[in-house]
């Protein structure tokens, strides 16, 4: 087994998802030193945080918070491309395993009883062939005994660019981009609300908003980086 190990490893070596330099035998995904430079934030250790004024008079939630700082140019990017672009959904479980230990430092995901990942249209998810959402979530279902739901909230049209769009696709533009799935069960319960990159925070606004249409529900906010100019 050794020998075969040694030989799958010599023809497609393993390497940094962050700086593409080879893994040691001991390493998984990132190399022992982009693992101890990861631009972590510390989020979940403060309640008025960056991620949490994106949603500040948008929408009511619980708490939000983002593990990694992401830049372009950095190894925070290189990190989730792979992820999202180069068929690495492993990446998503590891840093979720990742920030699942600092979590558990928290009592933020104490009364969650759902996890949520932003859901992906199905033509998009079957040409990717997968979430990159999905292994976050998993990680942090695995570490705190929490559901997954992934038939509450579904993605009802594919977003497209707004440039060059005449009035009828504008207005078009105007329905709901998601939706609460008609069959599900829909019962008041604190959400888990999970995506890999806040930017401007429109898009977990909009499923948090369809997840608050349930009375006396509650929504939790993480993702696994957060867009920043400088750091």
Same mark, same amino acid.
């Given at each position: 087994?050794n020998?075969l190990?040694?030989?799958?490893?010599l023809?497609?070596?393993?390497?940094?998802?962050?700086?593409?330099?080879?893994?040691?035998?001991?390493?998984?995904?990132?190399?022992?030193?982009?693992?101890?430079?990861?631009?972590?934030?510390?989020?979940?250790?403060?309640?008025?945080?960056?991620?949490m004024?994106?949603?500040y008079?948008?929408?009511?939630?619980?708490m939000?918070?983002?593990?990694?700082?992401?830049?372009?140019?950095?190894?925070?990017?290189?990190?989730?491309?792979n992820?999202?672009?180069?068929?690495?959904?492993?990446?998503?479980y590891?840093?979720?395993?990742l920030?699942?230990q600092?979590?558990?430092?928290?009592?933020?995901?104490?009364?969650?009883?759902?996890?949520?990942?932003?859901?992906?249209?199905?033509?998009?998810?079957?040409k990717?062939?997968?979430?990159?959402?999905?292994?976050?979530?998993?990680?942090?279902?695995?570490?705190?005994?929490? !559901?997954?739901?992934?038939?509450?909230?579904?993605?009802?049209?594919?977003?497209?660019?707004?440039?060059?769009?005449?009035?009828?696709?504008?207005?078009?533009?105007?329905?709901?981009?998601?939706?609460?799935? !008609?069959k599900?069960?829909?019962?008041?319960?604190?959400f888990?609300?999970?995506d890999?990159?806040?930017t401007?925070?429109?898009?977990?606004?909009?499923?948090?908003?369809?997840?608050?249409?349930i !009375?006396?529900s509650?929504?939790?906010?993480?993702c696994?980086?957060?867009?920043?100019?400088?750091?």
């Amino acid at each position: 087994m050794n020998l075969l190990e040694n030989l799958i490893n010599l023809l497609f070596p393993k390497c940094c998802m962050a700086c593409n330099t080879l893994l040691l035998k001991n390493e998984i995904i990132l190399c022992t030193i982009c693992r101890c430079a990861l631009p972590i934030t510390n989020q979940h250790k403060i309640a008025n945080n960056q991620s949490m004024g994106k949603f500040y008079g948008r929408v009511k939630i619980e708490m939000a918070c983002s593990f990694l700082y992401y830049k372009k140019g950095t190894a925070t990017q290189n990190i989730l491309h792979n992820l999202k672009y180069n068929n690495h959904p492993e990446i998503s479980y590891f840093l979720g395993n990742l920030y699942a230990q600092q979590l558990k430092e928290t009592t933020i995901l104490d009364t969650v009883d759902e996890i949520i990942a932003v859901p992906l249209h199905k033509s998009k998810q079957r040409k990717r062939g997968y979430n990159q959402v999905e292994g976050f979530a998993k990680a942090l279902a695995d570490n705190f005994h929490i !559901p997954i739901n992934e038939k509450l909230l579904i993605k009802s049209k594919r977003g497209k660019s707004q440039a060059k769009k005449g009035l009828f696709d504008w207005l078009k533009t105007k329905e709901a981009e998601f939706v609460l799935c !008609p069959k599900a069960d829909k019962q008041a319960k604190h959400f888990l609300l999970l995506d890999d990159i806040l930017t401007t925070g429109s898009t977990l606004e909009k499923c948090a908003k369809q997840l608050l249409n349930i !009375p006396h529900s509650k929504v939790t906010i993480l993702c696994l980086a957060m867009s920043t100019k400088s750091f």
